[in-house]
């Protein structure tokens, strides 16, 4: 079963930082092939892309998060992190990675941020 694991969710306050961490699931050599993301959802919402990033390190940010947030991946680990800076009360959901295995994609079970006024 392929289910990458998030953490580094916490509570803050409003102006502070998190940097949250997913491990993937199967072999290095898939990780390094295969796009990874973040996404949230907050309560009542739908869930929304946060960041991806590519097998080449291309990155794509939502409008919201530009500038505020870093996706990265460190391939020798099979680890996505999410550098989350001047975090505000908005930015409060269940945040998710997803994993992608060619076309075939995998979610995480979420990690919680909350992010107080």
């Known amino acids: 079963q392929v289910q990458p694991v998030e953490s580094g969710g916490g509570l803050v306050q409003a102006g502070g930082s998190l940097r949250l961490s997913c491990a993937a699931s199967?072999?290095?050599?898939?990780?390094?092939?295969?796009?990874m993301g973040w996404y949230r959802q907050a309560p009542g919402k739908q869930r929304e892309l946060v960041a991806d990033?590519?097998?080449?390190?291309?990155?794509n940010y939502a409008d919201f998060v530009k500038g505020r947030f870093t996706i990265s991946r460190d391939n020798a680990k099979n680890t996505v992190y999410l550098q989350m800076n001047s975090l505000k009360p908005e930015d409060t959901a269940v945040y998710y990675c997803?994993?992608?295995?060619?076309?075939?994609?995998?979610w995480g079970q979420g990690t919680q941020v909350t992010v107080s006024s």
């Open positions: 997803k994993q992608w295995i060619f076309q075939n994609g995998y």
């Open positions: 199967g072999s290095g050599f898939i990780f390094r092939l295969n796009t």
């Open positions: 990033i590519t097998s080449d390190g291309s990155t």
